[in-house]
């Protein structure tokens, strides 16, 4: 079992800068493909980023392309999301997700709670 918690969220003006964090405990991550996604209010789910399990290989959202930085420390167990020039409509939960990185499906194997990120005008 991993347990994955974010932390980071918080209040911010646009065009202001976070870093989220999200801590794994209870296995290494070395072998999980780790993603971002958000949920606004009333809205569905949202991929932001992900990075492969070396790191190497990242991808973005086109929202978020350019301003955000996904990135990870395995030694610390620790994958974060730098986002930069924030806007008004980057507000939403933001959760980790792990996936094994020989799974097939597209499912995650694990989710964190979130963390709220909100950005006012």
């Known amino acids: 079992q991993v347990q994955l918690v974010e932390s980071g969220g918080g209040l911010v003006q646009a065009g202001d800068s976070l870093r989220l964090s999200c801590a794994a405990s209870g296995r290494t991550l070395t072998f999980y493909d780790m993603s971002w996604f958000r949920q606004a209010p009333g809205k569905g789910r949202e991929f932001v980023a992900t990075i492969t399990r070396t790191g190497y290989t990242t991808r973005y959202g086109d929202s978020v392309k350019g301003r955000f930085t996904v990135s990870r420390d395995n030694s610390k167990n620790t994958v974060y999301l730098q986002m930069n020039a924030l806007k008004p409509e980057d507000t939403a939960v933001y959760s980790c997700?792990?996936?094994?990185?020989?799974?097939?499906?597209?499912?995650?194997?694990?989710w964190g709670q979130g963390t709220q990120v909100t950005v006012s005008s």
């Open positions: 997700a792990a996936r094994h990185y020989l799974k097939v499906d597209l499912e995650y194997d694990y």
